[in-house]
């Protein structure tokens, strides 16, 4: 169930909100709501990814927070300009892996 909140929204961006959605015929509140989850989900992505790339996160644990698939998760890596995490020990003790 949806629960009002209350924000504070600069006056020129708002009349450019109520242009926009007037002009497509749409609800101003139902436009924000979409608007705000797809922003939010941008960021999220953003926030994850950088854990992993401190080292705070695992690529597993990435994926399953976001539902993305390992190769979802590099695609995104790839776009941001972003790397693995994976240091010469990663590689070394997957090299001992595989006699």
């Known amino acids: ?3 009002p909140t209350t ?11 109520d ?6 015929e ?3 509140s139902a436009y924000l709501r979409e ?6 989900s941008v960021d999220k992505q953003g926030r994850l990814l950088m854990k992993y790339v401190r080292g705070e996160l ?5 994926c399953q927070e976001l539902k993305w698939s390992p190769w979802d998760f590099l695609a ?3 776009a941001r300009n972003l790397y693995l995490n994976v240091s010469l020990e990663d590689w070394i ?4 892996l595989n006699p």
């Open 93 to 96: 003790d997957a090299a001992e």
């Open 76 to 78: 995104q890596l790839k």
């Open 35 to 40: 608007v705000l989850r797809k922003g939010f």
């Open 26 to 28: 749409l609800d101003r």
């Open 7 to 17: 924000i504070r929204i600069p006056e020129d961006l708002l009349n450019e909100i």
């Open 1 to 3: 169930m949806a629960k």
């Open 58 to 62: 695992s690529q597993t644990e990435v």
């Open 19 to 24: 242009q926009f959605v007037k002009e497509l």
